[in-house]
């Protein structure tokens, strides 16, 4: 099997394109499962027994089946029921609800690491539960969730691939396809790794760099 530099001039523009979509895809899902994880932490923590482990039997179920069988129920299983979302959409939207569970649990970590001396504080100021919440307990407890936060994007990224099986032309769907089409496997699939290495080992770095910025400092006291 030879490489052809032809196949790969022929083939990098519709790369380009389903790499704009592949980007897309994460970020967007990744905005919905920050939001959705924050939500599913804060019924997590519920003073009500019932709110709280529903929540967690749900996001247990969520986590614990593949991405691949909720992608399909969204897009393939929902139009029973007269549900019908276009393949970008239904992609997104699987995407968020399933790493929403993980980002829970970060953000469940994060808010219960803050001192208890905190939250006292705010109920000695009056404050309500949103006031406790936005102004005291949030901003000492995001900064370091965004290293773990910012893993899971990356792994968002490359996870993508399997919205190919609901019909999104992302990045591994292109080279699918092209591929189908002409008989030539070797150069697709190598642009495939190529494009995937460019985004994923400087977000990797970044994220380490993140993760050494709010790691804890050690003040030498014991």
């Given at each position: 099997?030879?490489?052809?530099?032809a196949?790969?001039?022929e083939?990098?523009?519709?790369m380009?394109e389903g790499?704009?979509?592949?980007?897309?895809?994460?970020?967007?899902?990744?905005?919905?499962?920050?939001?959705?994880?924050?939500?599913?932490?804060?019924?997590?923590?519920?003073?009500s027994?019932?709110?709280?482990?529903?929540?967690?039997?749900?996001?247990?179920?969520?986590?614990?089946?593949?991405?691949?069988?909720?992608?399909?129920?969204?897009?393939?299983?929902?139009?029973?029921?007269?549900?019908?979302?276009?393949?970008?959409?239904?992609?997104?939207?699987?995407?968020?609800?399933?790493f929403?569970?993980?980002?829970?649990?970060?953000?469940?970590?994060?808010?219960?690491?803050?001192?208890?001396?905190?939250?006292?504080?705010?109920r000695?100021?009056n404050?309500?539960a949103?006031?406790?919440?936005?102004?005291?307990?949030?901003?000492?407890?995001?900064?370091?969730?965004?290293?773990?936060?910012?893993?899971?994007?990356?792994?968002?990224?490359?996870?993508?691939?399997l919205?190919?099986?609901?019909?999104?032309?992302?990045?591994?769907?292109?080279?699918?396809?092209?591929?189908?089409?002409?008989?030539?496997?070797?150069?697709?699939?190598?642009?495939?790794?190529?494009?995937?290495?460019?985004?994923?080992?400087?977000?990797?770095?970044?994220?380490?760099?993140?993760?050494?910025?709010?790691?804890p400092?050690?003040?030498?006291?014991?």
């Amino acid at each position: 099997m030879d490489w052809s530099w032809a196949v790969v001039y022929e083939l990098l523009p519709k790369m380009w394109e389903g790499l704009i979509v592949t980007v897309q895809a994460t970020f967007v899902g990744a905005l919905l499962a920050y939001v959705l994880g924050l939500l599913l932490a804060l019924l997590k923590m519920s003073k009500s027994w019932i709110v709280a482990k529903t929540s967690y039997w749900i996001s247990e179920f969520v986590r614990r089946t593949p991405l691949l069988v909720q992608l399909y129920f969204l897009f393939y299983v929902l139009p029973d029921f007269g549900i019908f979302l276009s393949p970008f959409v239904a992609g997104v939207i699987g995407l968020g609800i399933h790493f929403s569970t993980y980002t829970s649990e970060v953000y469940r970590a994060g808010i219960e690491n803050v001192p208890a001396g905190q939250w006292e504080a705010s109920r000695a100021l009056n404050y309500n539960a949103y006031q406790t919440m936005s102004y005291v307990i949030l901003p000492q407890a995001i900064p370091p969730m965004i290293p773990p936060l910012a893993n899971y994007l990356i792994t968002m990224f490359k996870e993508t691939p399997l919205l190919s099986a609901i019909t999104v032309v992302e990045l591994f769907n292109v080279a699918t396809i092209f591929s189908n089409s002409n008989y030539k496997y070797l150069e697709p699939m190598t642009l495939v790794g190529v494009f995937f290495l460019i985004v994923s080992v400087p977000a990797a770095y970044a994220a380490m760099k993140l993760e050494q910025h709010f790691k804890p400092k050690d003040t030498g006291f014991s």
